[in-house]
């Protein structure tokens, strides 16, 4: 199988994205093992993390085989989204439909997520050829917005990030998202140095998630 679809599959097989921002690399790097040890293997690193790039290179260097799937997010622009991939990165992430990111995405066959609200701009994302759309901020919605978005588009790919929780998790999933992306409502007890909390949370999320599955 080519790479990029095997990753992708992998992201649709866990069903979570770990949406990692911390207030230093070493937060980021305790995050990180916390949310695989939980189960959730596809970590995307925010470019708002404080030296995120060398973040991703740790990561790497610390998971050189397929224990984990990097990814970069908060790439607002395609040079951003190269230095993200030269360091190790697999998916980049973006909050806006960038049509040079997803040219560039595809040129070295990585995952591009274009972040999208409105149905124009998910059919501009998906003629540039954008692998997934990321609607974003999902708590502008709620799960809801996915059948209706459905309607006109049922070929869309949709991964949400922003408004996932433990409470809906399984409503976005049902509703026809291939994953969610989870931020805060994942990381929040890093904030007080508790990781064990973070990693409990990853484990409920990915349970959560693969029941939707398979109901």
Same mark, same amino acid.
């Given at each position: 199988?080519?790479?990029?679809?095997?990753?992708?599959?992998?992201?649709?097989?866990?069903?979570?994205?770990?949406?990692?921002?911390?207030?230093?690399?070493?937060?980021?790097?305790?995050?990180?093992?916390?949310?695989?040890?939980?189960?959730?293997?596809?970590?995307?690193?925010?470019?708002?993390?404080?030296?995120?790039?060398? !973040? %991703? +290179?740790?990561? @790497?260097?610390?998971? =050189?085989?397929?224990?984990?799937?990097?990814?970069? $997010?908060?790439? &607002? /622009?395609?040079?951003?989204?190269?230095?993200?991939?030269?360091?190790?990165?697999?998916?980049?992430?973006?909050?806006?439909?960038?049509?040079?990111?997803?040219?560039?995405?595809?040129?070295?066959?990585?995952?591009?997520?274009?972040?999208?609200?409105?149905?124009?701009?998910?059919?501009?994302?998906?003629?540039?050829?954008?692998?997934?759309?990321?609607?974003?901020?999902?708590?502008?919605?709620?799960?809801? !917005? %996915? +059948?209706?978005? @459905?309607?006109?588009? =049922?070929?869309?790919?949709?991964?949400?990030?922003? $408004?996932?929780? &433990? /409470?809906?998790?399984?409503?976005?999933?049902?509703?026809?998202?291939?994953?969610?992306?989870?931020?805060?409502?994942?990381?929040?007890?890093?904030?007080?140095?508790?990781?064990?909390?973070?990693?409990?949370?990853?484990?409920?999320?990915?349970?959560?998630?693969?029941?939707?599955?398979?109901?």
């Amino acid at each position: 199988m080519i790479p990029k679809l095997k990753h992708l599959q992998r992201i649709i097989d866990t069903g979570v994205i770990a949406v990692i921002r911390a207030n230093s690399s070493e937060e980021a790097l305790k995050i990180a093992e916390a949310v695989r040890s939980g189960g959730i293997d596809a970590i995307e690193i925010t470019f708002t993390v404080p030296g995120a790039l060398e !973040v %991703i +290179k740790d990561l @790497k260097r610390a998971y =050189p085989g397929d224990e984990i799937l990097l990814g970069a $997010g908060t790439v &607002l /622009d395609a040079e951003t989204a190269r230095l993200a991939m030269l360091a190790g990165a697999e998916f980049i992430v973006s909050p806006v439909f960038n049509p040079e990111m997803i040219r560039l995405c595809n040129r070295y066959q990585k995952i591009s997520m274009a972040g999208c609200m409105s149905i124009t701009e998910m059919v501009q994302a998906m003629e540039a050829g954008a692998d997934v759309i990321k609607l974003f901020p999902g708590s502008a919605f709620g799960p809801s !917005v %996915i +059948k209706a978005i @459905k309607g006109p588009l =049922p070929q869309a790919v949709l991964i949400p990030t922003g $408004g996932v929780n &433990l /409470d809906n998790v399984q409503e976005w999933i049902k509703n026809g998202c291939i994953a969610v992306g989870v931020g805060s409502e994942l990381t929040r007890g890093a904030a007080q140095g508790d990781f064990a909390a973070v990693q409990e949370q990853a484990r409920l999320f990915v349970e959560k998630a693969k029941a939707a599955r398979q109901s």
